[in-house]
């Protein structure tokens, strides 16, 4: 029996806030943050992406967020590129529509996590998916809420999955 093809499974970190969140968090939330995090899932030679747009591709590092500030190593995958897709667009009719995102509860890390687990069965680092529970945790986070619930986010670059002809 031949042995599976297996695909590297990439997942890369962006901080939104570029070195802000390092400095300002100790001042305004009361706690060291490292950064504000958006995060993809490399596999199959694409960057897959959530956003307030849904979900998206583009090549690795094609958004205007450029070049990632770090790269983790998930894992490999037997899932072929086809199954992915298909399984892409199950996402994007259900858990990550584009109208299901919240920047506190279905975000990019949500998208990242699942789509890690589904590939690998291994979940992305816990800094990432606690990010939002931290900024929560503090009496500016909660006052600051209301002001960011609203807030969508969609880095630009890339091709909106599952909708035809990419419509929004």
Same mark, same amino acid.
């Given at each position: 029996?031949?042995?599976?093809?297996?695909?590297?499974?990439?997942?890369?970190?962006?901080?939104?806030?570029?070195?802000? %969140?390092?400095?300002?968090?100790?001042?305004?939330?009361?706690?060291?943050?490292?950064?504000?995090? /958006?995060?993809?899932?490399?596999? /199959?030679?694409?960057? @897959?992406?959530?956003?307030?747009?849904?979900?998206?591709?583009?090549?690795?590092?094609?958004?205007?967020?450029?070049?990632?500030?770090?790269?983790?190593?998930?894992?490999?995958?037997?899932?072929?590129?086809?199954?992915?897709?298909?399984?892409?667009?199950?996402?994007?009719?259900?858990?990550?529509?584009?109208?299901?995102?919240?920047? @506190?509860?279905?975000?990019?890390?949500?998208?990242?996590?699942?789509? %890690?687990?589904?590939?690998?069965?291994?979940?992305?680092?816990?800094?990432?998916?606690?990010?939002?529970?931290?900024?929560?945790?503090?009496?500016?986070?909660? %006052?600051?809420?209301?002001?960011?619930?609203?807030?969508?986010?969609?880095? /630009?670059?890339?091709?909106?999955?599952?909708?035809?002809?990419?419509?929004?």
């Amino acid at each position: 029996m031949e042995p599976p093809n297996l695909y590297p499974v990439k997942l890369y970190v962006y901080d939104l806030s570029k070195g802000l %969140a390092r400095r300002l968090s100790p001042i305004m939330l009361g706690k060291q943050l490292e950064g504000i995090w /958006h995060t993809s899932i490399v596999v /199959h030679k694409d960057e @897959f992406y959530f956003g307030s747009g849904g979900i998206s591709s583009c090549p690795p590092g094609g958004t205007l967020l450029g070049p990632p500030d770090s790269v983790v190593d998930v894992g490999s995958t037997e899932v072929t590129e086809e199954l992915f897709q298909e399984y892409l667009s199950s996402l994007g009719e259900s858990l990550f529509r584009r109208e299901a995102y919240n920047i @506190f509860e279905n975000n990019c890390n949500t998208f990242t996590n699942e789509v %890690a687990q589904f590939l690998t069965g291994r979940k992305i680092p816990s800094y990432i998916t606690d990010l939002p529970s931290e900024i929560l945790s503090t009496p500016f986070g909660q %006052a600051l809420r209301p002001f960011l619930d609203p807030i969508q986010i969609q880095p /630009h670059g890339g091709s909106p999955i599952g909708r035809p002809n990419g419509q929004s």
